[in-house]
């Protein structure tokens, strides 16, 4: 039972990351209706943007807010010089130039930094809490994680669904002649999609990299299971992205504490297939398909 409670406890944060990324890509599909698979390549960038912040300053929370700025320039370069260029084609246009930014993404860091694993600091404690003379499968950084988590995702809700700005980049999405006619700056808000997503995406590679070892290949993982978590969850929905990636998070850590690490990537992938099958638009998207 011990064992079970602490798989359980360690899932948390390793889901509260997964989150991260899966709201990552809710925010960019529902401003420009694209699937961004260079997500992780700009989270592990920006990652590496705030490493280099660290080694020069020492200060964790410096290289957090240098990483988070990095996400947005980036955010923002990627929108204009590769998806503004290929909006007016199909989205399978779109997909794979997602894949070329990532691809390049991983090269650059490469070119930059070099492909060796390198650690990341934490700002607290990383080792377990102490519960009545045992040791738990939690630590103080866990707990950060997941209330960072907490805040990031109760600021975009209010950003997304209670400011000017977030019914814009909706209205964007689904129409963006309607938009501009209401008198939506279309660009700024596709824009405003991007730039978002890098923010969150540099929070969550922030976050991931000190529980593991950081180069240019090293978030590819999480790319499957925070994707799974936003199909799963409905790409339209925050509250989808957030509770099927934790949820992701909690049964990779049991998979892998009871069997073998190998095998998280393949239950994720089943989750897919099983969610494509009977419910392909998701737990939490109550858009319904008609026909016509």
């Given at each position: 039972m011990?064992?079970?409670?602490?798989?359980?406890?360690?899932?948390?944060?390793?889901g509260?990351?997964?989150?991260?990324?899966?709201?990552?890509?809710?925010?960019?599909?529902?401003?420009?209706?694209?699937?961004?698979?260079?997500?992780?390549?700009?989270?592990?960038?920006?990652?590496?943007?705030?490493?280099?912040?660290?080694d020069?300053?020492?200060?964790?929370?410096?290289?957090?807010?240098i990483?988070?700025?990095?996400?947005?320039?980036?955010?923002?370069?990627?929108?204009?010089?590769?998806?503004?260029?290929?909006?007016?084609?199909?989205?399978?246009?779109?997909?794979?130039?997602?894949?070329?930014?990532l691809?390049?993404?991983?090269?650059?860091?490469?070119?930059?930094?070099?492909?060796?694993?390198?650690?990341?600091?934490?700002?607290?404690?990383?080792?377990?809490i102490?519960?009545?003379?045992?040791?738990?499968?939690?630590?103080?950084?866990?707990?950060?994680?997941?209330?960072?988590m907490?805040?990031?995702?109760?600021?975009?809700?209010?950003v997304?669904?209670?400011?000017?700005?977030?019914?814009?980049m909706?209205?964007s999405?689904?129409?963006?002649?309607?938009?501009?006619?209401?008198?939506?700056?279309?660009?700024?808000?596709?824009?405003?999609?991007?730039?978002?997503?890098?923010?969150?995406?540099?929070?969550?590679?922030?976050?991931?990299?000190?529980?593991?070892?950081?180069?240019?290949?090293?978030?590819d993982?999480?790319?499957?299971?925070?994707?799974?978590?936003?199909?799963?969850?409905?790409?339209?929905?925050?509250?989808?992205a957030?509770?099927?990636?934790?949820?992701?998070?909690?049964?990779?850590?049991?998979?892998?504490?009871?069997?073998?690490?190998s095998?998280?990537?393949?239950?994720?992938?089943?989750?897919?297939?099983?969610?494509l099958?009977?419910?392909?638009?998701?737990?939490?998207?109550?858009?319904?398909?008609?026909?016509?």
């Amino acid at each position: 039972m011990d064992t079970f409670v602490n798989f359980f406890l360690g899932g948390f944060a390793n889901g509260a990351v997964i989150a991260l990324m899966a709201l990552a890509l809710v925010l960019v599909w529902r401003s420009s209706r694209v699937v961004n698979f260079a997500q992780v390549g700009q989270a592990m960038f920006t990652s590496f943007v705030g490493l280099t912040v660290v080694d020069l300053t020492g200060s964790w929370i410096l290289g957090l807010v240098i990483a988070i700025a990095a996400g947005a320039v980036l955010g923002l370069i990627i929108h204009f010089l590769v998806m503004r260029p290929v909006r007016r084609a199909d989205s399978s246009g779109a997909i794979i130039a997602t894949f070329g930014v990532l691809i390049a993404l991983q090269a650059l860091a490469a070119m930059i930094w070099g492909g060796d694993p390198r650690a990341y600091p934490t700002p607290v404690s990383y080792s377990g809490i102490t519960v009545f003379g045992r040791v738990i499968a939690i630590t103080p950084y866990d707990i950060f994680v997941i209330v960072a988590m907490v805040i990031l995702v109760l600021i975009l809700t209010i950003v997304l669904t209670r400011t000017k700005l977030g019914l814009s980049m909706r209205a964007s999405a689904f129409n963006p002649e309607v938009a501009r006619l209401s008198g939506v700056r279309v660009s700024r808000m596709l824009a405003a999609g991007w730039i978002i997503a890098g923010m969150v995406g540099a929070v969550a590679g922030v976050l991931v990299a000190p529980t593991a070892t950081l180069s240019p290949n090293s978030f590819d993982i999480f790319l499957v299971f925070a994707f799974t978590a936003a199909v799963i969850g409905g790409l339209d929905s925050l509250v989808g992205a957030v509770t099927f990636g934790i949820g992701t998070g909690l049964l990779l850590s049991l998979v892998t504490g009871y069997s073998d690490a190998s095998n998280a990537a393949l239950v994720a992938l089943i989750l897919l297939a099983l969610n494509l099958w009977f419910k392909p638009e998701g737990a939490f998207n109550h858009h319904k398909a008609r026909s016509v």
